[in-house]
């Protein structure tokens, strides 16, 4: 099975045979063969040359680059190999018809919403004090449907991600990890780093899995198709940063696998270190691979294939051959 490839350390990317190489600032050689990779992510001070560049164009590996403060700078794509002219009709013809927009758009943010529910329940069994929060959310509900544009879906979903933020104190009840308000360019503290470096690493599986499909991931229905490179990915994020992102947070946390001294400040930012940085991505990893059954189907799979199917539903939708449900976890 394919996976993704963190380099995190200073050194050197390069191809060697069929294999992908890193040659360490310490003189250490790592190969890893080139069919096992899903993508690359790439943290640290690294050197590529055309020619791996070309390599890995060739084998369709995306690789996604980040600044050493978690900033996500850019993902090198390779050229399409399976798109389809069919399917990007009828994707931008669901954008520009503002109803099928509209109406897909509501779909994701139901699907945000669904599972922030089923987060907020897990942990008031636990005996976490998310009750009004939860009626709140709940009350909110039911006027997604009602929405009368896009502005108003995202100001409602707004509205509901903010109490469910609210809410991450009473879950973690670590003064070390308090969330006071959320921060993003830059994050002003440890909580508000986690969240960012977790959504950033989301986007790109997403934006990986989107490669693998007819989709084209510069349409968006919920996020604007406009000046940014990439939207379809955000748009999918939204339903699955409770259940996979805010998971591994609060487990990171709670099971003191993360302390206050992994971080690092510049300015008024706060970043993971090193460290921080590696415990972190070892938990996203295991949790992307981690099998789950399918709440409809009970089909066993990893969330880095549910991700998969979830960008196929989406495209039977604007093919007109299935109405799309999203993902609703059932944790």
């Known amino acids: 099975m394919k996976a993704s490839v963190y380099v995190v350390s200073d050194g050197d990317l390069r191809r060697k045979g069929n294999t992908l190489g890193f040659k360490h600032t310490s003189g250490r050689f790592i190969y890893v063969p080139i069919e096992t990779v899903k993508d690359v992510f790439v943290f640290g001070e690294t050197t590529i040359t055309k020619k791996l560049i070309a390599f890995l164009a060739k084998k369709g590996v995306p690789v996604h680059f980040f600044t050493d403060r978690d900033l996500y700078l850019g993902t090198f794509y390779p050229v399409e190999s399976i798109l389809s002219g ?9 954008y520009l018809d503002y109803e099928k927009r509209l109406a897909l758009a509501r779909k994701f943010v139901i699907g945000a919403t669904l599972n922030i529910l089923v987060v907020l329940k897990y942990y008031l069994r636990q005996g976490k004090d998310v009750h009004n929060t939860i009626n709140y959310i709940d009350r909110l509900f039911p006027r997604i449907s009602s929405t009368a544009s896009v502005e108003e879906l995202l100001a409602l979903e707004g509205n509901i991600r903010d109490a469910y933020y609210n809410s991450f104190d009473y879950i973690i009840q670590n003064p070390d990890f308090r969330f006071e308000y959320r921060s993003k360019h830059p994050p002003r503290n440890e909580l508000n780093a986690l969240i960012s470096f977790g959504n950033a690493l989301l986007y790109c599986a997403i934006l990986t899995e989107i490669y693998f499909t007819h989709l084209d991931p510069r349409i968006g229905y919920l996020h604007s198709t406009n000046e940014r490179k990439f939207t379809l990915n955000l748009d999918v994020a939204e339903i699955f940063k409770p259940i996979l992102v805010d998971r591994v947070i609060f487990s990171l946390i709670n099971k003191g696998m993360l302390k206050k001294n992994q971080f690092g400040k510049e300015g008024p930012g706060v970043y993971l270190n090193d460290e ?15 099998v789950v059954l399918n709440p409809n189907s009970g089909e066993a799979s990893t969330y880095r294939m549910i991700l998969r199917k979830e960008l196929y539903k989406i495209e039977r939708h604007i093919l007109d051959e299935a109405e799309y449900e999203p993902y609703v976890s059932r944790w």
Do not use: I, S
Request: proline share 0%; charged share 50%; no cysteine.
């Open 276 to 290: 921080g940085r590696r415990v972190f991505l070892d938990e996203w990893d295991k949790r992307l691979k981690e």
């Open 86 to 94: 069919k399917t990007t009709l009828k994707q931008a013809e669901h």
